[in-house]
């Protein structure tokens, strides 16, 4: 089964300052979607970028996708305290999604 | 607000006994989902229904079982919870199967502590 998988290290970073983040996949994929997830909470639908798109845009996101490598990225730009969260990247493919291991990144003040 | 909830919130049960997870949406979405997951790990998928047609993912316990009664509501049943079982289980549900609708939605989830 694909599997969307982070590169699993924490990030620390300063408000104002980018954050970036990084997901690579094992199959074929219809799209890749990225979500968020606040402590004890639920997932938030961020962004989905589909196989035949490079990059996408939504506020302060950008993803890229690059399907020969399968991998993907998620920037935050200007991040702020409340940009802090774990990020999953959720891989489609046969009606269902795979979600990777989740990116800590906590926003400091 | 068009949303999908979780009842409760917080669950104890204990080993061996039933439980039953309770989730409704608003959003008249055709498709329902039960995820499991565990402290730090990625939400796991148990089963879905595609309106009344039930999936079972391949490695999930026969201990789990879900009920659909209609489109608002979607049961999660745990049979006989073991301490493995203590983890966030997660509802979510999405409009439809097709590529451009796959957006799921999620509640905020039900911890589930066995003891």
């Known amino acids: 089964s694909q599997q969307g998988e982070e590169d699993p290290q924490a990030l620390s970073i300063q408000e104002g300052e980018n954050a970036t983040m990084n997901c690579s996949y094992k199959t074929s994929i219809n799209n890749l979607q990225w979500y968020r997830q606040n402590s004890g909470r639920g997932l938030v639908h961020l962004i989905l970028i589909r196989s035949n798109e490079r990059e996408k845009h939504s506020g302060r996101l950008r993803v890229t996708l690059d399907t020969s490598k399968k991998s993907s990225s998620l920037l935050i730009t200007a991040s702020r305290a409340a940009d802090t969260a774990s990020y999953f990247c959720?891989?489609?493919?046969?009606?269902?999604?795979?979600f990777g291991k989740g990116n800590q990144v906590v926003v400091i003040p | 607000d068009a949303m999908v909830i979780q009842n409760p919130r917080y669950q104890v049960t204990q080993f061996g006994k039933p439980v039953t997870l309770s989730c409704s949406q608003t959003l008249n979405h055709n498709v329902m989902y039960w995820y499991q997951q565990k402290s730090s790990q990625a939400p796991k998928l148990l089963f879905h229904y595609y309106d009344k047609d039930f999936n079972n993912e391949a490695d999930t316990p026969d201990n789990f079982q879900s009920r659909r009664p209609n489109t608002s509501f979607c049961f999660l049943d745990i049979r006989s919870p073991g301490l493995g079982d203590a983890a966030m289980y997660l509802c979510?549900?999405?409009?439809?199967?097709?590529?451009?609708?796959?957006?799921?939605?999620f509640g905020p989830g039900t911890r589930l502590t066995v003891t």
């Open positions: 979510a549900t999405s409009r439809d199967l097709s590529i451009e609708s796959y957006e799921q939605y």
């Open positions: 959720a891989t489609e493919g046969n009606n269902r999604l795979a």
